[in-house]
Nanobody, 117 residues
């Protein structure tokens, strides 16, 4: 049973920083993609940043230059460093893994990020 456990969300003032972490436990292998999505109230879930086994990471235009995704393959962990946070970044953030010999989507439970003065 694969489980993704997220941490690092919280309340931060505009201009502040947060670092999200997501670690996979259980029998997970052949990880192809790790990433982060977010869902704000009343909006659809949207991709924020993803990283594959090769090539450059993807970033949504709204976070380019402010967010950085990184991964620790040995620890099956993905991180999202979020700087210069804005109120529009307020959302529930979900980590995402695409893994397995038969590619399977795995999702974390979500962590709330609130940017407010």
């Amino acid at each position: 049973q694969v489980q993704l456990v997220e941490s690092g969300g919280g309340l931060v003032q505009p201009g502040g920083s947060l670092r999200l972490s997501c670690a996979a436990s259980g029998s997970i292998h052949s990880i192809k993609t790790m990433g982060w999505y977010r869902q704000a109230p009343g909006k659809q879930r949207e991709p924020v940043a993803t990283t594959g086994s090769g090539g450059s990471p993807y970033y949504a235009d709204s976070v380019k230059g402010r967010f950085t995704i990184s991964r620790d393959n040995a620890a099956n962990t993905v991180y999202l460093q979020m700087n210069s946070l804005k109120p529009d970044d307020t959302a529930v953030y979900y980590c995402y893994f695409l893994a397995g010999f038969i590619p399977t989507n795995y999702w974390g439970q979500g962590t709330q990020v609130t940017v407010s003065a």
